[in-house]
Nanobody, 125 residues
Framework: QVQLVESGGGLVQAGGSLRLSCTGIGFTLDYYAIAWFRQAPGKEREGVACISDRDDRTNYADSVKGRFTISRSIANHTVYLQMNSLKPEDTAEYYC??????????????????WGQGTQVMVPS
């Protein structure tokens, strides 16, 4: 079955960095808009960032602007989320999803039909 898969999560101290990866199983995501979401315990799933198809336009949630960068590698058939200056409030399960990226603002959960199973990021306080 076609799906997305995430990798790269782990535990990192505050101020550190992680890079998450998203790739397609059963399809190539090179020309699909891809978003990253996260969900912390007891909280709603929230949009973090997205990258458009065709022109690689990007959008970010205010909480991660200046710290996180979403990017695409055509050679690796992968969308990345580079997370720098991590904070305890970044602790969550991170998911990639397709196939949409809005013109502005963070991605909205109801626009996405394809989801990965998540990768956990922990930033202790």
């Amino acid at each position: 079955q076609v799906q997305l898969v995430e990798s790269g999560g782990g535990l990192v101290q505050a101020g550190g960095s992680l890079r998450l990866s998203c790739t397609g199983i059963g399809f190539t995501l090179d020309y699909y808009a891809i978003a990253w979401f996260r969900q912390a315990p007891g909280k709603e799933r929230e949009g973090v960032a997205c990258i458009s198809d065709r022109d690689d336009r990007t959008n970010y949630a205010d909480s991660v602007k200046g710290r996180f960068t979403i990017s695409r590698s055509i050679a690796n058939h992968t969308v990345y989320l580079q997370m720098n200056s991590l904070k305890p409030e970044d602790t969550a399960e991170y998911y990639c999803a397709g196939d949409y990226c809005s013109d502005s603002g963070p991605p909205a959960i109801n626009e996405y039909d394809y989801w990965g199973q998540g990768t956990q990021v922990m930033v202790p306080s």
